[in-house]
C-alpha cells in the first residue's frame, strides 16, 4: 500500500520559515508527481507546489518567491521551504503522489491519488 508521510509543521511568527518534509513509500518511476496543497478551515484545498520526475516545478502566484519545493529521489522525500511567512499562510498542508497526472495539469488535485494525513502551520502576526 503506497504511503505518504508528511512532517514539520508548526507555529512560526510572520517572517519565519519552516520545512515540510513528505516520504513516500512507494517506488518512484519516472512518470510521478509530488505535490502539496493546503487547506484553511472554510476554503478549499488549494495546490501550493508540485514536481515532476523530470524536476520540473510549478508553484502557486501566491508563494511564488517564498516557497522552494525539492525533491531528493534517492529518499523518496520532497521538501517544501517556505520562507517569508505571512498569516494567510495558514492551513493544513498536505502531501500528495500521483503517477498519472500529465505535464498540462498544474497544482490539480483530482490527479493525485495517494495523500498524506496533513501537517498544520500556522502563522502568527
Known amino acids: 500500500q503506497v504511503q505518504v508521510v508528511e512532517s514539520g509543521g508548526g507555529s512560526v511568527q510572520a517572517g519565519g520559515s519552516l520545512r515540510l518534509s513528505c516520504a513516500a513509500s512507494a517506488y518512484l518511476n519516472n512518470r510521478y508527481s509530488m505535490g502539496w496543497f493546503r487547506q484553511a478551515p472554510g476554503k478549499e484545498r488549494e495546490g501550493v507546489a508540485e514536481i515532476d520526475a523530470d524536476g520540473r516545478t510549478t508553484s502557486a502566484d501566491s508563494v511564488e518567491g517564498r516557497f522552494a519545493i525539492s525533491l531528493d529521489n534517492a529518499k523518496r522525500t520532497v521538501y517544501l521551504q517556505m520562507n517569508s511567512l505571512k498569516p494567510e499562510d495558514t492551513a493544513t498542508y498536505y502531501c500528495?503522489?500521483?503517477?498519472?497526472?500529465?505535464?498540462?495539469?498544474?497544482?490539480?488535485?483530482?490527479?493525485?491519488?495517494?495523500w498524506g494525513q496533513g501537517t498544520q502551520v500556522t502563522v502568527s502576526s
Open positions: 500528495a503522489l500521483s503517477f498519472r497526472r500529465p505535464p498540462f495539469a498544474r497544482l490539480q488535485p483530482g490527479w493525485y491519488d495517494y
